[in-house]
T-cell receptor, first 116, second 118 residues
Framework: AQSVTQLDSQVPVFEEAPVELRCNYS??????LFWYVQYPNQGLQLLLK??????LVKGINGFEAEFNKSQTSFHLRKPSVHISDTAEYFC??????????????FGAGTRLAVHP | DTGVSQNPRHKITKRGQNVTFRCDPI?????LYWYRQTLGQGPEFLTY????????KSRLLSDRFSAERPKGSFSTLEIQRTEQGDSAMYLC????????????????FGNGTRLTVT
């Protein structure tokens, strides 16, 4: 069964420092991978997605992620964070069901806390 | 594109009461999903609709839960005889299927309904 592991539950970082949020997945088939961000009391907003092609994917708000098939990883990075990046970040894998549709399986989330 | 709308945003109810939540997806989206998110966890899949047909229900969805999507537009999620363990954020998402391919557009989420059962 497909699953997603986010290796850090919390990541504290100072403003303007770089950050990496780690995500590993398990899947025996081709995968589509996503990162979502959730601000307090809000739903999830798509940051970026990997479907195929270039393994380096750029998203919104200056985030990027690299798909590494051999390491089954999809880590999220940002070279310089802002206070406003403080949020919960979720990695997700898209699973193709027997009915031919995709559903997302989420990791437990990483809380990014940016300090001044 | 007005986004996915969920109502109410917050619901406090006493144990044993019934509650109903509503989700209005993005108008052209034919797929609709319900997820549940508890504190400190990622969203967990509950159920999925393709147009008006409910095609999958998670084992998380006990007999007290029922979801409908009449006419393939808005959806409702009802919880009967609520329990304290039902307290969570209930998220609705929608997407547009691309016929003939395995890829869907990414899921677009609403802001959720936070349920507190006292």
């Amino acid at each position: 069964a497909q699953s997603v592991t986010q290796l850090d539950s919390q990541v504290p970082v100072f403003e303007e420092a770089p950050v990496e949020l780690r995500c590993n997945y398990s899947s025996s088939v081709s995968v589509y991978l996503f990162w979502y961000v959730q601000y307090p009391n809000q739903g999830l907003q798509l940051l970026l997605k990997y479907l195929s092609g270039s393994t380096l994917v750029k998203g919104i708000n200056g985030f990027e992620a690299e798909f590494n098939k051999s390491q089954t990883s999809f880590h999220l990075r940002k070279p310089s964070v802002h206070i406003s990046d403080t949020a919960e970040y979720f990695c997700a894998v898209s699973v193709l069901s027997s009915g031919g549709y995709n559903k997302l399986i989420f990791g437990a989330g990483t809380r990014l806390a940016v300090h001044p | 594109d007005t986004g996915v709308s969920q109502n109410p945003r917050h619901k406090i109810t006493k144990r044993g009461q019934n509650v109903t939540f509503r989700c209005d997806p993005i108008s052209e989206h034919n797929r609709l999903y319900w997820y549940r998110q508890t504190l400190g966890q990622g969203p967990e899949f509950l159920t999925y609709f393709q147009n008006e047909a409910q095609l999958e229900k998670s084992r998380l969805l006990s007999d007290r839960f029922s979801a409908e999507r009449p006419k393939g537009s808005f959806s409702t999620l009802e919880i009967q005889r609520t329990e304290q363990g039902d307290s969570a954020m209930y998220l609705c998402a929608s997407s547009l299927a691309h016929p003939g391919g395995p890829y869907n557009s990414p899921l677009h989420f609403g802001n959720g309904t936070r349920l507190t059962v006292t």
